[in-house]
């Protein structure tokens, strides 16, 4: 059994980025990161060059992971907004959509407050390019996955 | 759940390297992270405590080279594997495409092995798996030391889905390619199968 694959195409990835670089220049961001729950980094926007991303994603993943998991243990479904406050850099982390993880670091040209309004706006955006990839992923094309052979595997091992 | 990014022509799938306390995990990870190439691997993070044992989890990302024009990612994590770490556990399998269980060969971790393999099964029920059809491998670690299990009893304790299994030294490297490479396949496979349904 396949538990499941998720499917991103270049339509949706677009959209996803056009709401991320607007939410970026809105909240006066230094970076923003979208991730799914399971750690991969979707896409980014702002200056990501200087960042881990890999490394960034697998770890907000964790991180929301284990305050959802702190979340069920007094009765809450989860946290779905947490915040990371530096002495230069801050980091909030917010789930949209139900399986993305929104990260977005910003330092003292930006605020909180700030960072929370632009943040609440985008979710609805994010929201309606998550449901249009759903429903993209219904009937896509396969693009050429399903023919993967023996062979084809073999080759990433030489 | 693997994640194909047809955008950046990408596949990315998730790994997870499970089994009792001290049966070197990491130590799988570790090898990896030092014989790959560096263009093919990113950095190698591990949550641990002061000695060193894991607490959350070690993560070290994997680029394979391509398939069918798809860059492949492969994102391989450890749990922790004492009893009481559960719920990070839990949380780490989620989204999970393959599980390599690395068992102790030594006599002395027999009943450790076993419960491991138990809660695995319990914990993929958990996350809606089937523990039955999940890709998996098994690796029988430390054969180089003494009072180790034999195979046969090995297999009877832990392999009853009869799925491939791996002799291993991993702190000198033997079993630990062999073991990622037949998971990989394996979670390639069930990917192609996926599509198909």
């Known amino acids: ?158 | 759940m693997s994640f194909i990014n047809y955008a950046s022509r990408e596949i990315n799938c998730k790994i997870v390297y499970y089994g009792p306390g001290l049966c070197g995990k990491t130590t799988n990870l570790q090898f990896i992270y030092n014989r790959m190439n560096p263009d093919a691997r990113g950095k190698m993070i591990s949550l641990a405590t002061e000695t060193e044992r894991t607490l959350f989890f070690d993560f070290l990302p994997l680029s394979l080279g391509e398939i069918r024009g798809f860059k492949t990612r492969f994102h391989l994590y450890t749990v922790p594997g004492q009893v009481f770490y559960d719920a990070s556990r839990r949380l780490i399998l989620r989204g999970v495409d393959g599980v390599v269980f690395c068992a102790d060969s030594q006599l002395t971790r027999t009943d450790s092995n076993e419960e491991s393999m138990e809660n695995l099964r319990v914990n993929l029920r958990e996350q809606g798996y089937d523990p039955d059809r999940l890709p998996l491998v098994i690796q029988y670690n430390k054969r180089d030391l003494p009072n180790v299990a034999s195979l046969a009893e090995l297999h009877a304790l832990l392999n009853r889905r009869n799925v491939p299994e791996i002799e291993a030294a991993a702190s000198s490297g033997i079993g630990v390619f062999e073991t990622l490479k037949t998971v990989i396949k394996l979670v390639l496979i069930d990917l192609k199968r996926g599509r198909r349904q």
């Open chain 1, 1 to 158: 059994m396949s538990h499941g694959t998720f499917s991103l195409r270049e339509p949706e990835y677009e959209a996803l980025l056009f709401v991320l670089r607007k939410l970026l220049a809105d909240a006066s961001a230094r970076v923003v990161f979208l991730v799914d729950k399971d750690g991969t980094l979707l896409a980014s926007a702002g200056d990501a060059a200087g960042f881990d991303t890999t490394s960034l994603a697998s770890l907000a993943a964790g991180n929301i992971a284990a305050t959802g998991g702190l979340a069920n243990l007094i009765g809450e479904k989860e946290f779905s907004i947490l915040f990371h406050e530096g002495e230069r850099d801050n980091m909030h982390l917010s789930v949209i959509a139900e399986r993305l993880i929104l990260v977005v670091v910003f330092d003292r040209r930006s605020s909180v407050g700030l960072v929370r309004l632009r943040v609440r706006q985008a979710s609805a955006r994010f929201n309606d390019v998550m449901a249009a990839a759903a429903l993209a992923a219904i009937d896509a094309e396969t693009g050429g996955i399903e023919e993967l052979t023996e062979a084809d595997i073999e080759s990433l091992f030489k």
